[in-house]
């Protein structure tokens, strides 16, 4: 009795004190988050209060945080709890690791509040087996009938979308029954059989896509994926969703579409949502299950020795397309992301995570040695402001060394259609410089417009992509809900040609034509509005002109992202126009309503509209 006793007080002078420290520190996290204002403030403010929390453990930290959120009001409770409990921990443990002042704090302030801009690229240089070669002839077109490539991106599909739910909640995805009861059914908004923009992807829009594939797609050699088949629910997924989502979205593609699918795995491929932490990091949250189950479902598509690439490489592999001359490098870029948090766990700049670059250069190296062309695909585009500054100055370099191998790059991730271009010459970006060319989205998910594929024409000798068409189908179309119906939208081909003119029957959408389209969109806007119209396929256009406009063309000249032209927000310093602050947050969709967008979102409003604390 007595033992209990005293073990008792002891519990709740401990439990008191504790709460004690967690009040003073909610309250000095509060003041850090609004008190900051760059990135001096971040490293000086906000940086130490942080660490201190994250020195008090996994729990304390993940409390606070939860708190914090919830006093902010940054999102519904029950987001801010799975969201801060999932991704907190990753935050705490990097946390722990870094110095502040250093490279590394600087890129985490960047990458988590946007108070620091991204720090100058730490240099270093690719090794490559051996230079480029001097005399290579260009592949040229023999003028042979194209082939033709499906690439479907983001599908996004959510296994719990209930049909006759809610679509217009507070959370960061809708049409469903959660369980604060905030999903229960409407009258006025209410989830469709086949679809909300304010919801991911119910299974039968996946299904409609399927089949749109096999008819549209019918005479199409092969299809690629680009990642991305989990939903936006990210403050509720576990592995065992994250696992049945991928092996379900593998077999409804094995068994609805005939041609063999070239995948590619996504940020939100794992859990916690963008958690790909390198092998230098000591921790139970591994992503192997996400290669497991991959290697295993991919096989039947890409070969054993692929598969077993896809085991060993994170994610990654490459392998020749049976019957061409064509070699598919599919890369896990999450590596290089900068909302996978576990990069920021040491104060050393590693450059090649995990090793997928020198993989990148060997793989590319074979095919420049057996004279077949590549594409590399994956899911997050090298220019965007989200891809590290070091990393994305790294893959350039491979491209450069490599530009007369790879034919063309596709990737997703921005849920546009969209494109970037690389060039030999970054302090000159011409159409003659312009050497690589990146082919980006569009989504099946119809939250930032409507769902969407492409069908490109492939010349058989050199790869390169001759036309692009986009197919989408209508969300508000009277009769989506009864039967979506997909069409084509528009081939570039045709649209752009003759706006670029002097195309010749064998000439391809390569790197110089899409050059000289971004001189077209900065002369001819009615040219340029068509382009932002498309990007979300005619469904949730953004106004764009001005900063916007030419923000939007810099960014398409700009494969390499230390070129483009965003700017880190919020620090008061370098708060923008309301119309690029929103341009900014529109980017952040892909993020999933992560802490970072979080974050971001309250430091640029400063809306301090605390709620009672409890
Ligand atoms: C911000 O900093 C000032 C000066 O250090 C301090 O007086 C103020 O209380 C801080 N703001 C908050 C909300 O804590
Ligand atoms: C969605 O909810 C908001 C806030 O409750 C309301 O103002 C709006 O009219 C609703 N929209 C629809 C389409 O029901
Ligand atoms: C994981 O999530 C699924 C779907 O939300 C749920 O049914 C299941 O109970 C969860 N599993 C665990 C172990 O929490
Ligand atoms: C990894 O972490 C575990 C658990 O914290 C610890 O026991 C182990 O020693 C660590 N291993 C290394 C190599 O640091
Ligand atoms: C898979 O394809 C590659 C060519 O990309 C080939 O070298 C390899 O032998 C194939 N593996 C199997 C098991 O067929
Ligand atoms: C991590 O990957 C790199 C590159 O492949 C490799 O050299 C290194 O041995 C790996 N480290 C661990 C701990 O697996
Ligand atoms: C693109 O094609 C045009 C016409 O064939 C050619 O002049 C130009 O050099 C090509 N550009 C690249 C980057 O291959
Ligand atoms: C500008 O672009 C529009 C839309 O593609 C096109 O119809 C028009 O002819 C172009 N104007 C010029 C001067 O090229
Ligand atoms: C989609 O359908 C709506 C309603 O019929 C129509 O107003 C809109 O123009 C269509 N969008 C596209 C891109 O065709």
């Known amino acids: 009795m007595m033992l209990l006793g005293n073990l008792l007080s002891l519990a709740l002078t401990l439990f008191s004190f504790a709460r004690c420290v967690r009040g003073d520190i909610f309250d000095d996290v509060i003041a850090a988050l609004t008190n900051a ?49 999932r991704s907190g921990l990753i935050l705490a443990h990097s946390l722990r690791q870094f110095t502040i002042g250093g490279t590394t704090a600087t890129k985490f302030c960047d990458a988590v509040f946007g108070l620091c801009q991204p720090p100058p690229v730490t240099p270093f240089t690719v090794p490559f087996p051996r230079a480029a070669p001097t005399n290579s002839t260009r592949i040229v077109s023999k003028g042979r009938t194209p082939f033709q490539v499906v690439h479907l991106s983001d599908v996004h599909i959510d296994r719990e979308y209930t049909v006759g739910s809610n679509a ?37 829009l996946a299904a409609s896509l399927v089949q749109a594939v096999e008819d549209i797609g019918a005479n199409a050699m092969f299809s690629i994926f680009t990642g991305d088949v989990v939903e936006g629910a990210t403050w509720l997924v576990n592995q065992s969703e994250v696992s ?15 041609l063999p699918i070239f995948p590619s795995i996504g940020n939100h491929d794992s859990v916690p949502v963008n958690s790909f932490p390198r092998n230098i990091t000591n921790t139970t949250l591994d992503p192997q299950f996400v290669f497991d189950v991959q290697s295993s479902g991919w096989k039947v598509w890409i070969n054993d020795t692929a598969a077993a690439e896809v085991h060993d490489m994170s994610g990654s592999y490459s392998v020749r397309v049976p019957g061409t001359n064509l070699r598919i490098i599919s890369v896990n870029t999450q590596y290089w992301y900068k909302q996978n948090f576990w990069l920021y766990d040491t104060d050393e700049q590693i450059a090649d995570p995990n090793g997928l670059f020198a993989f990148m250069v060997q793989q590319l190296q074979i095919a420049e040695d057996s004279s077949e062309r590549a594409w590399i695909i994956g899911h997050i585009p090298s220019g965007k402001a989200d891809t590290a500054h070091d990393q994305s100055n790294y893959y350039d ?45 569009p989504a099946l998910t119809p939250t930032s417009g409507n769902p969407a594929f492409k069908l490109y024409d492939i010349d058989p000798d050199t790869y390169e992509v001759m036309d692009m068409k986009v197919f989408m189908t209508n969300i508000s179309s009277p009769t989506f809900q009864e039967n979506p119906t997909w069409e084509l939208y528009y081939s570039a081909r045709a649209s752009y040609g003759p706006l670029v003119g002097s195309l010749g029957p064998t000439d391809s959408l390569n790197a110089s034509f899409w050059h000289v389209l971004t001189d077209v969109f900065t002369a001819n806007d009615t040219a340029f509005q068509l382009w932002n119209t498309r990007q979300s396929r005619g469904g949730a256009v953004s106004a764009c002109t001005g900063t916007c406009k030419t923000t939007a063309i810099c960014d398409m000249q700009s494969a390499r992202s230390e070129n483009n032209c965003d700017v880190s927000t919020p620090g008061l310093q370098f708060r923008r126009s309301e119309e690029t602050l929103q341009r900014s947050f529109e980017s952040d969709e892909c993020e999933g309503g992560g802490i970072g967008s979080m974050m971001k979102r309250f430091l640029a409003g400063r809306q301090v509209t605390r709620r009672s604390t409890t």
Request: aromatic fraction near 8%; proline fraction near 3%; charge should be negative.
């Open 244 to 258: 049945n989502d991928l092996e379900e979205w593998n077999t409804q593609m094995l068994q609805g579409i005939r």
């Open 37 to 85: 204002t760059d990135c001096a403030s971040c490293h000086a403010v906000v940086l130490p209060v942080f660490q201190t929390l994250a020195h008090l453990g996994n729990d304390a930290f993940t409390g606070t945080i939860t708190d914090v959120c919830q006093a902010l009001n940054l999102a519904d409770d029950d987001v801010c709890a799975g969201e801060m409990q």
């Open 397 to 441: 370099q491979i491209v450069q060394r490599y530009k007369d191998t790879i034919a063309a790059q596709f990737f997703g991730h921005s849920h546009k259609d969209q494109f970037e271009i690389a060039y030999s010459d970054w302090d000159n970006r011409n159409a003659q410089t312009a050497d690589s060319i990146l082919f980006i989205g």
């Open 168 to 204: 217009n909640c507070t959370k960061p995805i809708c049409c469903r029954d959660f369980a604060d009861g905030s999903g229960t059914s409407a009258t006025s908004d209410q989830a469709g059989p086949f679809g909300n923009s304010k919801c991911d992807s119910p299974s039968t």
